[in-house]
């Protein structure tokens, strides 16, 4: 069981984590993130360094989660079979409309450059530790790469354009191109 300290720690990251995936990591306040908590901006800084280091550790625990996800997945299965079940899952209606789970690139991809360089090193760890989840070969590799950046792409494609039928053809396209 955890204690008070952190226990708060964890309810504050994770306020950050849904206001990752909602708004990026730039754009919420230390205020946004422990109203959300329901706690006061007092005492944030016995929790954290500062908003850098907070919004770090939330997009940081989110990339995990998404590979955990694909980690769920039967191993015996082959690359593009894994990458065709993520990709099943990651454009999907459900998904793009989760607010308070999925995935922080869409939102957060286009910050990068505004944001601290572990944000970036966070990223490029990310996309190698996926990488060895979904190739069987070197050969593999650009397929997946090129897979990887079709899903985040439309993705942040369909967020941007609703919950409508466009949003929608968006998603079924690039699931079909996965293949």
């Known amino acids: 069981m955890l204690d008070k300290k952190a226990q708060t720690r964890d309810r504050i990251l ?6 990752v995936i909602q708004r990026g990591p730039l754009d919420p306040s230390v205020n946004d993130v422990m109203g959300a908590a329901g706690l006061t901006v007092g005492g944030f ?28 997945v039967d191993p015996a299965l082959k690359a593009q079979e894994r990458r065709q079940l993520m990709a099943r899952y990651y454009l999907s209606r459900k ?32 996309i190698e530790l996926l990488m060895t989840q979904l190739v069987d070969s ?7 790469l090129a897979d990887i950046a079709l899903m985040v792409g439309a993705l942040a494609l369909a967020k941007a354009l609703g919950t409508g039928e466009l949003s929608d053809r968006v998603l079924q396209a690039a699931k079909a191109a996965v293949v």
């Open 45 to 72: 800084y016995s929790h954290f360094e500062n908003k850098d280091a907070l919004m770090l550790e939330a997009f940081r625990q989110l990339l995990g989660q998404r590979r955990n996800l694909l980690e769920a």
């Open 138 to 144: 070197p050969q593999e590799g650009d397929k997946a």
């Open 95 to 126: 998904h793009r409309d989760a607010t308070d789970s999925g995935c922080p690139l869409p939102t957060s991809l286009g910050e990068l450059s505004r944001l601290p360089e572990a944000f970036h090193q966070a990223l490029v760890e990310h």
């Open 14 to 19: 994770q306020a950050a984590r849904a206001a």
